[in-house]
Nanobody
């Protein structure tokens, strides 16, 4: 079994910062890409930022230069540092990890966390 757990969300005023964390645990053999997604009320889930196993990063255009994704490979953890937050950044932020397990070492499967609420007040 694999668990993915996000933390660090909360209420912040516009212009403030938050750091989200996401830790994967369980019968993990390896992790490839990890990423952050968000879903605002009434909207579809969208990608925010992704970091590959090799450390390459990709960002949604709307958050580039404002958000930073990083990763601690040894801890199976990914972070999202968010700066200069705006009310439009309000959403539930989800973590996704592409994980191979000991029983299926050559196959990476996506695992999602339950999400963490980020609310930015004006």
């Amino acid at each position: 079994q694999v668990q993915v757990v996000e933390s660090g969300g909360g209420l912040v005023q516009a212009g403030g910062s938050l750091r989200l964390s996401c830790a994967a645990s369980g019968t993990i053999f390896g992790i490839n890409a990890m990423g952050w997604y968000r879903q605002a009320p009434g909207k579809q889930r969208e990608v925010v930022a992704v970091i590959t196993g090799g450390g390459s990063t990709n960002y949604a255009h709307s958050v580039k230069d404002r958000f930073t994704i990083s990763r601690d490979v040894a801890k199976n953890t990914v972070y999202l540092q968010m700066y200069s937050l705006k009310p439009e950044h309000t959403a539930v932020y989800y973590c996704n990890a592409a994980v191979s397990t000991y029983d299926r070492r050559t196959s990476y499967r996506p695992y999602w966390g339950q999400g963490t609420q980020v609310t930015v007040s004006s």
